[in-house]
C-alpha cells in the first residue's frame, strides 16, 4: 500500500541550531514530493516540492530538502532555526502522476526553545 | 490573483444534521480535492473533482459528497453527521501535480 512516515512526532530544537525531519514513503517509482508547514489553526503552506533532477531543492524561509532514492526518503533541513519556525510539518507524496492525489505522513510538530 | 478561499471559516453542528461546505480555486485551476483533517494527524483524502465529476475518492463513506459547478467552485455535502467528523476540511485546487491548499472551514460537532 501506498504510504509516507514521519517517525518523529515531536522535535525540540533549541533557536539557531541545525534541524532535519524525516520522511519516507513507499513504492518503487519516483513519486512526486512536497513538505508543507501547518501553523495552529492556519492552512497548509508549501515549503518546496521535487518532480525531478537535481535531488537537492531549496525552500522558502531557508528551508532545502533531499530527494534519495535508494532510501525512499526526503528530509526536510535547516541549518539554523529560528523561534518562528515552531509549527507542524507535513511530508505529502503523489504516487501517480496526474492524479493530484496526494498522501501525507502524520506530521512532526517542531518546537523550538529560545 | 486570489488563492483558494473556503466558506465558512467555523461551523457548529450537531449529530444527525447535514453541513455543505464550499470551496473557490485559485483562478485558472479546474481541479478540486477536498481533505480531512482530525485533530493530531495529517490530511485524509476524501475526494477529487475535475470537470464536474468525482475523479477520485478516498476511504470515506458515501456520507460524504460533493458538486463541482461550472465556474470550478465546489462544495463538500457531509449527512447524518457524527462526533468523529469533528475536523478541519480543506479544499485544494490544482494546476499540473502542485495542489494550493485553502485554509480550511473548521468543523465542530456537538
Known amino acids: 500500500a501506498q504510504s509516507v512516515t514521519q517517525p518523529d512526532i515531536h522535535i525540540t530544537v533549541s533557536e539557531g541550531a541545525s534541524l532535519e525531519l524525516r520522511c519516507n514513503y513507499s513504492y518503487g517509482a519516483t513519486p512526486y514530493l512536497f513538505w508543507y508547514v501547518q501553523s495552529p489553526g492556519q492552512g497548509l503552506q508549501l515549503l518546496l516540492k521535487y518532480f525531478s533532477g537535481d535531488t537537492l531543492v531549496q525552500g522558502i524561509k531557508g528551508f532545502e530538502a533531499e530527494f534519495k532514492r535508494s532510501q525512499s526518503s526526503f528530509n526536510l533541513r535547516k541549518p539554523s532555526v529560528h523561534w518562528s519556525d515552531a509549527a507542524e510539518y507535513f511530508c505529502?507524496?503523489?504516487?501517480?502522476?496526474?492524479?493530484?492525489?496526494?498522501?501525507f505522513g502524520t506530521g512532526t510538530r517542531l518546537k523550538v526553545l529560545a | 490573483d486570489a488563492g483558494v478561499t473556503q466558506s465558512p471559516t467555523h461551523l457548529i453542528k450537531t449529530r444527525g444534521q447535514q453541513v455543505t461546505l464550499r470551496c473557490s480555486p485559485k483562478?485558472?485551476?479546474?481541479?478540486v480535492s477536498w481533505y480531512q483533517q482530525a485533530l493530531g494527524q495529517g490530511p485524509q483524502f476524501i475526494f477529487q473533482y475535475y470537470e464536474e465529476e468525482e475523479r477520485q475518492r478516498g476511504n470515506f463513506p458515501d456520507r460524504f459528497s460533493g458538486h463541482q459547478f461550472p465556474n470550478y467552485s465546489s462544495e463538500l455535502n457531509v449527512n447524518a453527521l457524527l462526533l468523529g467528523d469533528s475536523a478541519l476540511y480543506l479544499c485544494?485546487?490544482?494546476?499540473?501535480?502542485?495542489?494550493?491548499f485553502g485554509p480550511g472551514t473548521r468543523l465542530t460537532v456537538l
Open positions: 505529502a507524496v503523489v504516487f501517480s502522476s496526474g492524479t493530484y492525489k496526494y498522501i
Open positions: 485544494a485546487s490544482s494546476l499540473m501535480n502542485e495542489q494550493f
Open positions: 483562478s485558472g485551476h479546474d481541479t
